[in-house]
């Protein structure tokens, strides 16, 4: 389920108008499954569900329809992904939600191979970790980015002024007194700012502002925090890998001598039967087999 979490997180929000409802929503569907978050700016509400309770709950709300969870899920992104993009939906799929307790119902009405297909998305609220993933943490590194944007802009006007200054000083004149400008004075410049702007530029309203103008930014964002842990893992995995490999082969030496000589043939028949549907889990049974006869010969 990683894959999903990591997808979810990489997608952009999206604005929804359901009847008297505006959402907040993202979504990221695979063959596997697929995870769904949406907020009202109130509260965030989150599923996430793999193949077997697909098939469940096809069977469920769709018992004219038998197809695999591929099929169903393939359908619900053609489905969801117009919706999230502020496009027609196709057919005559519709859209509405429900709140029940603390809970968000996302129902779909639509058509497949000719047939009435229903849908339940059965959202409960969000852990605290997975709001700081989704929403904190990328709205604390977006004010970060736009702060360094700031300032990056305000140098820049900087040394535009001091270009113009040198262009004076050698004697030249604008042909247009229309584009004669001030010096820029950058904290009499914030304070206009908060007085005038502010209230306005800071309106968050229905949400629909922040996934109009920021969604760009806010995946880059994201983008940036999945690098960062994956170079977190990739450096702590070698370390935690070689000890739990090595944990487990001193176990397995450990535990290998007080197991008696009769018992050795018994413990590879339950282990033959799973590796049946798994090809690499064969390669520990070699090893094991090796460890055996040399704990043998030592002794």
């Known amino acids: 389920m990683e894959e999903l979490e990591q997808g979810l997180l990489m997608q952009p929000w999206a604005w929804l108008q359901l009847a008297e409802n505006s959402l907040l929503a993202k979504a990221y569907i695979t063959k596997q499954g697929y995870a769904l978050l949406v907020s009202d700016l109130q509260q965030v509400w989150h599923e996430q569900v793999d193949t077997s309770v697909i098939s469940q709950r096809a069977k469920e709300l769709n018992k004219r329809l038998t197809a695999p969870p591929a099929a169903f899920l393939c359908h619900l992104d053609d489905l969801l992904c117009p919706l999230l993009k502020d496009t027609a939906c196709p057919g005559k799929a519709t859209f509405s939600c429900d709140r029940v ?5 996302l ?8 047939l009435p297909f229903y849908w ?3 959202c409960i609220l969000a852990s ?3 709001v700081s993933q989704h929403l904190i943490r990328p709205l604390m590194g977006m004010s970060l980015a736009l702060q360094c944007q700031v300032r990056d802009l305000a140098t820049l006007l900087r040394m535009k002024d001091l ?6 000083e050698s004697g030249a004149t604008l042909s247009r007194d229309r584009l004669k400008t001030e010096p820029f004075e950058e904290n009499s410049f914030l304070e206009q700012f908060m007085v005038e702007k502010l209230p306005e530029a800071c309106s968050v309203g229905d949400g629909k502002p922040f996934v109009t103008n920021l969604q760009s930014l806010y995946m880059a964002v994201t983008r940036q925090e999945i690098q960062v842990g ?3 893992r990739g450096t702590e995995d070698p370390q935690t890998s070689s000890s739990a490999s090595s944990q487990g082969t001193d176990s397995q030496l450990l535990n290998q001598p007080e197991e008696p000589a009769s018992s050795a043939p018994s413990l590879p028949v339950p282990e033959k039967e799973p590796t049946v549907t798994s090809g690499p889990m064969q390669r520990p049974q070699l ?9 043998g010969l030592f002794s």
Not at 163 to 168: A, F, L, P, S, V
């Open 101 to 105: 307790a603390e809970a968000l119902i």
């Open 107 to 114: 129902r779909v009405r639509s058509e497949l191979s000719g």
């Open 120 to 122: 339940n998305f059965h």
């Open 128 to 130: 605290p970790s997975l």
């Open 163 to 168: 270009e113009i200054q040198d262009y004076q």
């Open 230 to 232: 994956q170079k977190l």
């Open 287 to 295: 090893l094991k087999v090796k460890r055996k006869k040399l704990r």
